[in-house]
């Protein structure tokens, strides 16, 4: 990480890392969000969070990566939920409700993925799945 060097590394803190398809490396930080890693041109490429771009990662904690047959790119978060990037893409897809991210509730830890493609988030001990997803119950 060089700061103020937009092309270096976002963050020294580095939580997690997964192997891209296209000679790409997927970084997640402690506070500089994800990162890719192009092996060929070695360059670092960094998405943000941004309050006013609904399609930009959740939250600049990134704590687990996962991609998937489809190549596509699971990002779990501290604070912000899971966030889904396709191939070729830069928006992020945020599959969780949106009242499970405003309430102080349980986070996202890690995440496996099966064969068949169903996905299961890990929560802390005592959370319910339904909090994670839904908010907490009424």
Do not use: Q
């Amino acid at each position: 990480h060089h700061a103020g060097d937009s092309t270096s590394l976002s963050d020294n803190g580095i939580w997690c890392l997964a192997r891209g398809n296209d000679n790409d490396l997927w970084i997640g930080t402690t506070r500089g969000g994800l990162n890719r890693y192009d092996l060929r041109t070695e360059t670092f490429s960094s998405y943000l969070h941004s309050e006013s771009d609904t399609a930009s990662l959740s939250d600049n904690n990134v704590t687990s990566l996962l991609l998937d047959s489809r190549g596509r790119l699971w990002v779990g978060t501290l604070s912000g939920g899971l966030n889904l990037l396709r191939p070729g893409s830069s928006a992020f897809r945020r599959p969780a409700l949106k009242a499970a991210l405003d309430c102080d509730g349980p986070f996202v830890m890690d995440f496996r993925i099966e064969r068949e493609e169903n996905v299961f988030p890990m929560v802390p001990a005592g959370a319910a799945i339904n909090e994670m997803i839904g908010g907490h119950p009424r």
